[in-house]
């Protein structure tokens, strides 16, 4: 246990030090990570960081390409912290686990479609009916490659779930409630989003804590 209070300090630092995250950014991330360690443990501080390490690693691949269409954001601020972390961290203190890493499976899956998903041969088009073509990095847009991304981001967040807490439906239910998590994203995206009624950051909330709730009742019920 000493070591792990090591490690948010550290991960704060080095995310600040390598431009990921602003001051302030850093700082509230080192903090929830705590804050997490001393709700759940080490097992429950690893999901988490495992969220933002596959976050990092999805930013910056291929950045220089995104970053000439302006679809990516390599430095993130405080709000893209709390959007992404938020829920997660209430159902840490909630000592809820299916809704923690199920909540975490989204924003995983949603960055990973989002930053990588950009990058598809194909156009995307409109989550509302799938035929629309939009713009690259359009809100609600969906192509084949950010769909594999989400399935791929929420199964990784999964299989980590199952192998650190030994439970296969908790392995289950946090890929499920990734893979709809990071639809209903889009969905939000492509409609309130779009329309000026809310902003990214509160559709990632707003998302990630549908996949809490889905993952929960999915616990629940089956």
Known sequence: MDLWLTVPAILSALAFLSGGLDQLSSITGGIMGYMVLFSGGWRWLLLFILFFALSTIATNYKYSTKSRYHLSQKKRAVENVLGNGLVPLIFALGGNLAG???????????????????LSKSPPVSILDLKTQVKRGANGGVSRLGNLMNVLGSAVMAVTAFLLFGNMAVGWVTFWGGVFGCIIDSVLGATLENEGVIGNHLVNL?????AGIIAVWLSVTF
Do not use: H, K, N, Q
Request: charged share 10%; net charge negative; proline share 0%.
């Open 100 to 118: 923690f890493s199920a909540s975490l499976a989204s924003v995983t899956a949603d960055t990973l479609s989002s930053e990588i998903g950009v």
């Open 206 to 210: 707003l998302s990630s804590l549908a």
